[in-house]
């Protein structure tokens, strides 16, 4: 498969598609129709981003959706009409205003600050100040804005070194005299990034605020510029230094929730309002331009030197645990020499006693097992059930609130602090970054997010 | 460690504790000082199941749990007080009224149908007819009750030939003109079992209600009595055929809910309204003994031949996925020849594509791979973005709307049904029991219990 060009005519396609494309008179923005043996698909041919996968045509469907369609030999494209899209939108210089706060925004290749252009629909990535202004101009109200491309990939693709690259960045601009960070990032692993970042970075002393976009921001119903927004300002303005996730927080989506980094998860395939904060309520809410907190228990500003804590064991697994399930599955963690587990059980922390055999062999080797609840809700309590006080008694740690996620990051994390087997158990039952209740909330059980 | 023994004096125990039990001068019911090198708890020694787990002195403490003390040779037990108990409490021979609906209750081993000892505040478990009736003696207004024992087994310790085996029952009962059932089970898989019974069940003609207790019968905040009058108005009253659950429902306890087998999931560890129906409100509630249906797509009462489609085939795995994730995750099944594996992805089904590598082998050596999401509401679209696109040309199957669980339930039920590809993936893209929606509910993934 060939790779993408930097072709003026068909920005982001890769040569066997554009051979395809010239072949057949196509121009981008040329509404067509593409026949292949099994399939067929009208709407606007679309520009690409140069990191778009190669082999693949791009069309806006009518219903606002994009599409990639694999490039086949049997493909057949009809032009159907043609849209005025213009590719470079005007870019205005971001204006600089010496009483508002200076604030950095890291992309990492979520879809958020794509521009939004609403000649075409198209979605292309926009990430200059000056785009972003053009996009967005409320956000000259609120900030001075630097932008830094850091990666452009899917979030499903993060891995814990784009976690420690993040960290690093954060850290340098933090101690450069930044007001405030902004992260976009990809909503899908965005809750695994905010809970690395919390425990990687210490003594942070300004927010740090990831946001994504559900929408992308040529659909009408697109998240991406509210939430840019609302996350510029607690960027600029709240006196939070913490790692949080804000996005838009009710069903309404007048406002925005500041969730704190360990505690959030995204709790929605395509809903606007998808995370939530488990076991609590958020920690605040920002809605046009003015941020209530809900709570006093935080990290406040202070004039401290950011350090970050980076190292992290890959070598850990995360395992949820279900009726039928057998000892094979923790033995080849074992057997391919992991540290560490994250067992998801059941209930309060049970999990089959028919696999205990393998937890006794992987705790004996030296795996440190920490067991979380598959429920997501509440606490572990291994105490209560026969079943539990076995586990515990074969040396698992309960987890007591962690999110599966928080606690596979935490796991890593501590693992790559220590190798001593006292400090291991010690940090991990430590509240580091929030990530520990020291009671849950019951109204976050069944909180309902328009009427926070 | 010795099992335990038929022992009159000392019932449920093993005899390694009998022994020091007896060198104290202990007897049950005796309020106690248990103290080893590292604890030391005070409570009132219990009478235990014969199902307990031999070598724990069990002693309910003064929060109302129950707590067994691991024998250990530095035991100690010194006697503070004796309270007066008995361990048979008087049973009355259940009423028998024609008019009313014939129930049948099957007990696996959940602590719903444990012994209200009021004199002791012990948990025995209560499970004749008679028993019952003496603890909830609401039960006789409700309908003729029969009950028996299928297991008595933890259930985290169910596996898919339990199912097998409850099904059977159902089966037999249902064709032999029962008017409803209940089957006690203990709540941490009681949504697999649900899932597996709605599959293995067809042309059921009466409702099969499973009900469970989050706080066992001694405890004032138990749910146990409640549940089970709940449970028995719908198994007697209610004009559904369907294998549904049937727990507290809100945070007042005011009432049950009733959620669809296939639509449930557990939520939170330890509150009494633990259970949500997922992607849609519930199919109703119980309050009072009267029945509220939300919904009126259900299966009704119906006279048919209740049959079973029983097989399930155990080689399949469940895999929730995370960043960092290696192929040697997906390879470990591969080689262990698993026939399929469901893969929790995150957002709208993704994985990292650094795992694509693993999953397209697993694909060609004729793995079935079902995705569905982690965040557990929403749908699969697989369709919206690349990694999705891919992932399908792989030919992993999108799972719609199907949580992770029922999805591990409805593959093994699939391929236990048919070897041909082609059919395996008609069955697991078909509405089987109600586990697709053809669209989600809004209100499902914000509504708050206490208001429906």
Redesign the interface.
Known sequence: MSKNQNNEKFPGYSKDVIDILEKFLVKIWSIIEIKTKTTEYKGILLPRSKF??PG?IEIKLDNG?N??V?LSKDIEIKILGKREGKYNVPEKSFPINKKLPNIKLFGTGGTVACRLDYTTGAVIPAFTPGELFSAVPELANICNLDTEIVFEI???????S?WQKLAEKVEKEANSGIDGIIIGH????MS??SAALSFMLKDLSIPVVLVGSQRSSDRPSSDSALNLINAATVAAKSDLAEVVVCMLGS?SHKYGLIHRGTLVR??????RH?FRTIGNIPLGKVENGKITMFQNDYHKRIKSETKTLLKFE?K???V??????TN??IN?YVD?EYRGIVL???????????IFDSIKRAIEEGIIILMV?Q???????M?????G??LT?LGVIPGKNLL??VA?VKL?WVLGQTQNPDEIKSLLLKNIAGEFLEREI?IS??????EL
């Not at 429920?375 to 309590?381: E, Q, T």
């Not at 105490?383 to 079943?387: G, M, Q, R």
């Open positions: 778009s996968e693949f959706y599409i990639g694999k899917l979030s499903e693709n993060m891995k814990p784009s990809g909503t899908d692993t695994f990034t069903s995204k709790m929605h395939t395509s809903y998808t890959e850990i697994g995360l949820y645990s279900y009726p039928g399930m094979d599955i080849f391919k998801a059980g059941t209930g309060l922390g049970h999990t089959s006693t028919y609840t429920c997501l809700n509440g606490f572990v309590g105490d209560v059930y026969s079943t006080r076995n008694q599966p996620e596979y890593g019951p059980f069944n909180y309902n997010a328009d």
